[in-house]
Each structure stands twice: as C-alpha cells, then as structure tokens.
C-alpha cells in the first residue's frame, strides 16, 4: 500500500507518497478526515459523525457520511481493487477508523518530537525542536476553528506548541545562546503575552546578556500586563527572580561548563564594553553595525534582526552630519548577497538616499577613496532589481576604486555590487560565471569565508543557466561544506532550491513537485521575503511549461489565484483568461505586462510571457520577447536564478520563430 501523510497542523492536507497534495474534495470530506485523525487510530461512531457534521441532521445524513468515506477512501487508495477491504479507512463495529502510522501524522509527530526532546542534551533538543516547530503551517485543524469537535484537540496542539518555543528558548540558555533567545521570546510574548514562564525566560535571557536593566524593565512589564489583562499578580517564579537580579545572584549565571565558555565570553565582553564606551556614541554606533553585520549571516532570525536595525543605525549616524561616520556605518554592513530583489525596496530606496547625499559631501581622493568604495558598493547592492541606470555606474566605480586601491575586501564587496546589477538583460550568465570565479579566488587567497560561499552559490546559479549541471553539482557541495564550516546557515537554503531545480531539468517532476515543497518551507521564516514570495507558485507554474508539452491554456487550469504570488501574479494573471476561452482578456493583460525586473528571473518571466503571447498568436509580443530571449539563445530559461527553470531558451525561441513565420 503506498505510504499516505497526513497534515493537520495548518490546513488539514494529505499528501502521497512523493509528496503530492492528494485532493479531498469538499469541506465535509475534509471534516470526516479530521475527525478521524483527531480519534488516533480509534473507531469513530458514525452517530457521533453525523452531530458533528450537522447542527439538525436530515434523514440521509448517514448516507451522506458513507459516501463521504467511500470517496475518501477512493482517494487515499487508489489502488485498492474492486471488493477488497480498505486497510487504511476502515469499517470497525458502529463507525470508522484512519489507521495510520504512528509517525504519517505531523501532529502526532511534533508531539513525539516535543516529549523525546525534554529528555535530551541542550544541543540535541535545540536541534528537535527547532526541526519540530518547522511543521506548522498554521493554525492546527485550521479550517475547523468554529467546530465544537476540534477545540480541545485544537486548543491542547496550541498549548503544546507553545510549550515548545518555550522549551527552545530554554535550550538556549543552557547553551550560552542567551541573545539568541531575546527575539523569539519577545515575538512569541506579543503574540502571548499571559504566558509567565516566557516572561521569565525573556528576563533571564537579557540579565545573561549583561542588559540588567531590560531584564528588570521587562519584568515590570509582565507585572503590568499581568495585572491589566488577567487581574493576577506575578507568579513566585516571577518574583523571585526579580529579587534574584537586583542581587546579581550568582545562580543566575551559566553553569561553568565547557560547552558554554565561548558564550560566557561573548556576554562578559559585550558587559565590558557596555561600561568602557558608555559615553561614546559614534565608537558604539561603528560597533553596533558590525554586530549586524556578523547577525546578518547566522539564520533567518539574525538576517531580520539585522534587517530592522541596519537601518535605524543609518539614520542615528547621518543625525551626526558627519559625512565620514556616516560614510564608516553605512560601509561596514558588508554582507553578501545572492537574490537580485531586495527584500525590503522601501528600506533599500532610503539606504540609497542616505548613501547618495553622503557621497556628495564626501571629499574626493586620498583616504576618502575607499569609503567612496563601500558607499558605491551600497548603492548597488540596494538598487539591484531595479532598471536604473545609477545601480550598474555605481558598481563598474566602485569596482574601479577597489581594483585601484589594490584591497582585496574592498574588491569582493564590489564585485558583488557588479553580480547584483549582472541582470539587465538576458543572456548574461557567463559574465556572471566570472564574477564567481573571481569571488572564489580572490576568497581563497585572503580568508573571505562568506563571499568565498557566495562566489560557489553565484557558480551554481550560471552554471545551471549554461546547462553544466555537473560543475554546479560541485559548486553546491562545495558550499554546503563551506557554510557549515563557517555557520553560514543561509547558504543551505539556496543550494537546497538548486537540488529541487535539479529534479525538474532532468525530467523527474514528482520528485520535483516535493523538493520544491521542502525547499519552500525552508524559506518560511529564512528572513528573506525578497526570495520566498511568491516563488513556490511560480515554480509550479514553471514546472509544468519546463517541457514544452503543455500549452498555456492547460497551464492556467492550475494557476491558483489565492496562491501568494508575490511579484510575479501579472505574470501568472495573463494566464488565468486563457482558461475560460477569454482571450480578448489574455490579450489586454499579456500587453500590460511591464518587461520583467532587471533580476535573475528575467528570461524566466520572459518565457511565461510568451507562453501566453504563444497561445494567443499575438505577433507584437512574440516579435518583441523574441528579441529580449535572443541573446540567452543556448542557455536554460530561468536556470540562472539557481531555483527553477522553463526549459531550454532556445526551444522558446523556435516556437516564437514559428509562430512569426
């Protein structure tokens, strides 16, 4: 019997057994389904089916129910011949029962996780929980949050859940991760803020910290909210640790382990520091921006701390009006970067601003060069995607300084700025294949780990577009084994996507279809939403044109249009007409479409284009994608973005000749 999974954390979903989205029919399909899995293997009445369906149920409602189960079972065994008893929904005395695995239901599953991982060293439980608090996609039962049946089982996964973020914060202080611990306590006290074993954690979290103050200042804060929004006065726990801080009880420090030395370090450093440079608000602003810039490269939750507060410490140095500080704070968040989007074009567009009008005060020449450098860099970097002609100037100057300056950091940092503004038309994936190979060399020679990784993922993504999958095979392992080495988690992401991109250039689209559904739940949450909106769709979409043997009309009839599309919906609205024969539609949106962003997706976009223009034989379209795709001719539409890919570019290219002649 092939092995079915079933998801109720989120949506209720089942899943086949290469990770295909089995289709349940109608809501009381999907209830029937719930119910059963909520029982654990256990027979359900029928009776007990029927009130939970139906408020006033009719006189066929047992019928009804029948029905509902021979259709579920007709979809969770397909194979099953004609007459032969079902092994997975079963008959058993007055009702049914699901008899699944115990490990085929991600519920069941997080609760095993979260028990085992109470039994287990802090590093092993850090790395359970973290794994089992991936699962959720939502809300348990979600659907089925108004349905008496569901809240206690809805209510008691909630808890359990919460325990386990808890349980994780808990593990990283008994890893010396104590501010590792301060975000996720505080986003997980917005959401629950009566939760008093997480108040405590936050408190004990900032006091190993060495911020006493924000521990006695959050303190106060739960006592508030405690008061306010339950009438209840902090717990014993609460009080006495309260007493605990403002003594500075040595029980509160870390045990002296050897697991934990570097932690302690990095707290009493960072104390040490807080009390030297208390006074020195510009040597602690150029400190600062270098501790985002090393948060920037440690997980998901780094990179969006990172995020929110590059920019705010931009802001306090230009408040300075001092050109060179503000030169210095804007410089020094060198981090490198892969995705041609910004994740926050806002915030970008006020980087670029502050950058700008520093550069104009800033004299030219002599030790001012290479500050210039950064700030061209930036600009760069933060206008990438976009179609102005200021991001590529700034990148060939900022090149040019750090070529002359003969400064090998400088040079990597610029040579990103150039890989970000490489995407201004098709057919650029061997310019982009140089600049990696360049990065790489120039890493190696000087100990640049981080643009030494980014210099193999840029090799990945060219090499792919060039159709050299072997090359980029070893460029991914190479840079798994770099990132791992350096603890640069993000790297995994982006070769975790190629490996699904993989699947789908070698033809092998089921297993496709679930790496690409793995890979997208590695970027929920990656701190990157330039990257994860919108792409799973899209890379559906692309899989199933990747062929050439599915037209744009047999496309469209899976275009979900309540899918997060992100960017890319015009692209995949111009398909949806095409679906109900309203081409008169297809037509005004494929004409509306603007030319897709200067980034890595471009001839990806271009094709989806011409799948539609295709379609319809609109001639003013296909003449001018014609033109766009004509200089990727020989490489893999989209291949360049390292993620998916539409196929050979010159397949599209014959069939817009085609279509022309």
């Known amino acids: 019997m092939e092995r079915i999974t079933f998801g109720v954390l989120g949506p209720v979903v089942a899943w086949d057994a290469a990770g295909g989205v089995l289709g349940l029919k109608g809501p009381r399909h999907r209830a029937v389904l719930a119910r059963l899995i909520m029982a654990r293997r256990r027979v359900v009445p029928v009776a007990h089916l029927v009130e939970d369906l139906w408020e006033e149920p009719g006189p066929g409602a047992v019928g009804a129910v029948q029905t509902f189960v021979a259709t579920l079972r007709r979809i969770l065994e397909p194979d099953r011949p004609a007459r032969a008893p079902a092994r997975l929904l079963v008959t058993e005395g007055p009702g049914y029962a699901l008899r699944a695995a115990p490990d085929a239901v991600d519920a069941w599953r997080f609760e095993a996780a979260v028990g085992a991982a109470a039994q287990l060293p802090p590093a092993q439980a850090l790395e359970q929980l973290q794994a089992a608090l991936e699962v959720w996609r939502g809300p348990a039962y979600a659907e089925f949050a108004e349905e008496n049946w569901a809240r206690g089982e809805r209510s008691r996964l909630a808890e359990l859940q919460l325990r386990a973020v808890e349980q994780q914060a808990q593990a990283r202080l008994a890893l010396g991760l104590a501010a590792e611990a301060v975000p996720e306590l505080d986003a997980h006290l917005a959401e629950h803020p009566w939760r008093e074993e997480a108040w405590r954690l936050l408190a004990l979290a900032l006091y190993r910290a060495g911020r006493q103050g924000d521990a006695l200042a959050v303190l106060r804060r739960a006592r508030a909210v405690l008061a306010d929004e339950l009438g209840l006065d902090p717990g014993p ?202 990065l790489v060399a120039l890493a190696v020679r000087h100990g640049l780990a981080s643009f030494e990784v980014l210099g193999h993922l840029i090799h990945v993504q060219a090499r792919s577009a060039l159709g050299d999958f072997p090359a980029a095979d070893e460029h991914a392992a190479t840079a798994d084994q770099l990132a791992e080495r350096h603890e640069r988690p993000l790297a995994s992401v982006f070769t975790q996507w190629y490996r699904a991109l993989r699947s789908a250039a070698s033809g092998q689209i089921a297993q496709a279809e679930a790496a690409y559904r793995a890979a997208a739940a590695r970027l929920d949450g990656a701190g990157m939403p330039g990257v994860e909106h919108g792409l799973l769709p899209l890379a559906q979409l692309c899989l199933r044109l990747a062929d050439g043997s599915t037209p744009a009309r047999e496309a469209a009839e899976h275009v979900d249009t309540d899918a997060d599309w992100g960017p890319y919906r015009p692209w995949a609205e111009a398909f949806i007409p095409l679906h109900t024969g309203l081409r008169t539609e297809a037509q005004a949106m494929l004409r509306a479409l603007p030319e897709p962003p200067a980034d890595l997706l471009y001839e990806a976009l271009c094709c989806l284009e011409a799948a539609v223009a295709l379609e319809l034989g609109d001639r003013v379209v296909l003449e001018r994608l014609h033109t766009r795709l004509r200089p990727a001719a020989g490489e893999l539409a989209g291949a360049g973005s390292g993620l998916i890919t539409l196929g050979p570019v010159d397949r599209w290219l014959t069939a817009i000749k085609h279509a022309l002649d």
């Open 237 to 438: 726990e609460l009080r006495r640790l309260e007493t605990d801080i403002l003594t500075q009880d040595p029980r509160l420090d870390l045990p002296d382990e050897p697991m934990t030395a570097a932690a302690r370090l990095w707290t009493r450093a960072v104390a040490a520091y807080d009390r030297t440079v208390a006074a020195g608000p510009r040597a602690r602003l150029e400190a600062t921006v270098g501790l985002i810039s090393n948060l920037a490269v440690t997980g998901g939750g780094g990179l969006q701390a990172a995020q929110e507060h590059r920019l705010a410490t931009i802001t306090a140095a230009d408040e300075f009006g001092d050109p060179e500080l503000t030169a210095r704070v804007i410089g020094a968040y060198d981090v490198p970067a892969i995705w041609t989007r910004n994740d926050d074009p806002q915030q970008a567009q006020q980087i670029v601003t502050v950058a700008e009008r520093t550069l104009a005060a800033l004299p030219r020449g002599g030790s001012h060069e290479a500050a210039r450098c950064r700030l061209l860099a930036t600009v760069a970097l933060e206008m990438r995607g976009t179609r102005s002609a200021r991001g590529p100037r700034a990148a060939r100057e900022a090149e040019q300084i750090a070529r002359r300056l003969d400064d090998p950091t400088l040079l990597a940092f610029a040579l990103n700025g150039v890989f970000m503004q490489s995407c201004t038309r098709a057919g650029l994936a061997a310019r982009r294949d140089a600049i990696g190979a360049e």
